[in-house]
């Protein structure tokens, strides 16, 4: 999930870059102190369960070459990156919360996790230079950034995909961030849609559809 005004205590390799944020975020604004281990239990209990809890990696991985490079934006615990990497991709995940990156590095280790700021990313600074071949949100994580700075995230993560790279994003329109400002800040961002449905599953879009998964590309430069 997205960041608060705090700064990370590690800088390089999987310890995570420092970043500091000028604004709290919704995800922090929002629950209470505690939330973050309840949610890491949650998703946890739910693994023990069986519960299917791959279907958003199911979906970019049909997208995909084997062995691309996959950048998890608002990685969380890894459940999304993980199924990834099970599926071949190289998968670095970022995530403001250090309680869930913790998380992540414990239960899907082989995969880099990372605590750092979406509205700053630069993972350059990481040792991870090349850029990728997609990037996915999962998991709510626009509604949750900083009231803001959701333009600044989306031309950050357009920044960190090669030409023609796809950014699959998925989150409820019931959350205090609309569809008309995703789409007017991702296309400023120069990010293109190219697809949109009401589930991960690809059930079709409606007006009326509580929630969107957008899949939108970074576009080949026109020569000359």
């Known amino acids: 999930m997205p960041f608060s005004r705090t700064e990370a205590a590690d800088r390089g390799g999987v310890n995570g870059y420092r970043s500091l944020v ?11 102190t505690g939330h973050a281990q309840w949610y890491i239990e949650r998703f946890r209990r739910m693994a023990e369960e069986g519960v299917d809890l791959d279907g958003e990696a199911r979906l970019l991985d049909t997208m995909l070459a084997r062995t691309s490079r996959v950048l998890d934006a608002g990685c969380g615990t890894g459940r999304v990156g993980a199924a990834l990497a099970a599926r071949d991709h190289v998968v670095v995940g970022v995530d403001a919360d250090r309680e869930l990156i913790e998380a992540a590095k414990a239960d899907h280790p ?30 709510n994580v626009m509604p949750y950034l900083a009231p803001g700075s959701e333009g600044t995230v989306l031309a950050r993560i ?34 293109v849609l190219e697809h949109r449905f009401a589930t991960w599953d690809l059930r079709p879009w409606r007006n009326d559809a509580p929630f969107a998964v957008s899949v939108l590309r970074r576009p080949i430069p026109t020569p000359g």
């Open 158 to 191: 357009r920044a960190h995909l090669r030409d023609d790279g796809l950014f699959v994003v998925g989150f409820g329109l019931d959350r205090g961030y609309s569809l008309a400002d995703f789409d007017n800040q991702s296309a400023t961002a120069g990010l």
């Open 110 to 139: 082989g995969s880099t996790w990372l605590v750092g700021d979406l509205a700053e990313l630069d993972l350059a600074v990481e040792c991870e230079p090349e850029l990728f071949d997609a990037a996915v949100c999962a998991g």
């Open 22 to 32: 000028s604004e709290k975020t919704r995800w922090v604004t929002a629950h209470g």
